[in-house]
């Protein structure tokens, strides 16, 4: 499974992006989605993440209110809308997928990662 992620950009607080993920060579409505994002000098960590149904979400406290995942089965894209942006949400944001059933918050049960894209938020 092959995940390229796109979108990203320097944009000002209170912005909004919305990031894409398009995956390739695999099953994509069977996969778990999940956006993960790194800070320079920080741990992957969780964002947030998608059932491959799409019926259920999970989201870091920290984006509650702010952030939506969804996905497009039809065209094997996941997608990750980005409202009220602020400068610590700045970091490379990589989109995974989860052979799994269940959505999971931790990177390691991840098994395909994208090459991630830089999300950059000025004060």
């Known amino acids: 499974v092959q995940l390229q992620a796109s979108g990203g950009g320097l944009v000002q607080a209170g912005d909004s992006l919305r990031l894409s993920c398009a995956a390739s060579g695999g099953t994509f409505r069977n996969y778990v989605m999940g956006w993960f994002r790194q800070a320079p000098g920080k741990e992957r960590e969780f964002v947030t993440a998608?059932?491959?149904?799409?019926?259920?979400?999970k989201y870091a406290d920290f984006v509650k209110g702010r952030f939506t995942i969804s996905r497009d089965n039809a065209k094997n894209t996941v997608y990750l809308q980005m409202n009220n942006l602020k400068p610590e949400d700045t970091a490379v944001y990589y989109c995974?997928?989860?052979?799994?059933?269940?959505?999971?918050?931790?990177?390691?049960?991840?098994?395909?990662w994208g090459q991630g894209t830089q999300v950059t938020v000025s004060s």
């Open positions: 995974a997928a989860d052979l799994g059933t269940r959505i999971m918050t931790q990177h390691y049960y991840y098994d395909y």
């Open positions: 998608l059932s491959a149904s799409g019926g259920s979400t």
